[in-house]
């Protein structure tokens, strides 16, 4: 064989043995993020803070300003915006979505294999009840969907993180 081969020959075995080594990483390191993750979520102490927001029907929009999902020691509180269509409601009742209490039917479900976890509920607030999903990746991003018999559903994306003193 010529000299130039067997260069490329092993130059290919040895980008190939690093490639691997970084896909494992990557793997160990999804998997370590996703145990504080976990950990964080099963904790009951933790914040979703909203960067964007679907509504059913509508363009994803920006969020710019500080919008929250908050739970603390087994009571939730939320303060979103709300863009979509309501049902039925009082003139004036078209404001974001805010509750703050213990929710009913509260489960938490992880998924190791995926490196995903799961929190759903429902809660009721003065005006409406909402049924509450949200899903977190490893790295702590995730999906927010809440529904209401009196509006459409609506999706925000996000980041959780621990609570601030």
Known sequence: MKPGLV?????????AGCSSTS????????????????????????????????????????I???????????????????FGRAYSGAYGDGGGIEFNG????????????KL???VAFTIKSEKDSYTVHLKLGSSGMGNLVISSPKRQAISYYGQSSALRD
Do not use: H
């Open 64 to 82: 710019t300003s500080p919008y929250s999902l908050k739970a603390t020691g087994g009571s939730y509180e939320a303060y979103l915006p709300y």
């Open 116 to 118: 995903s976890i799961s």
């Open 7 to 15: 260069s490329l020959l092993f130059a290919a075995f040895i980008l």
């Open 102 to 113: 213990k929710p009913e039917d509260l489960k938490i479900s992880r998924n190791d294999d």
């Open 23 to 62: 896909s494992t990483t990557k793997k160990e390191k999804a998997a370590a993020d996703f145990a504080n993750t976990a950990a964080l979520i099963e904790s009951g102490n933790y914040m979703f803070t909203v960067r964007t927001a679907s509504p059913s029907s509508g363009r994803t929009i920006q």
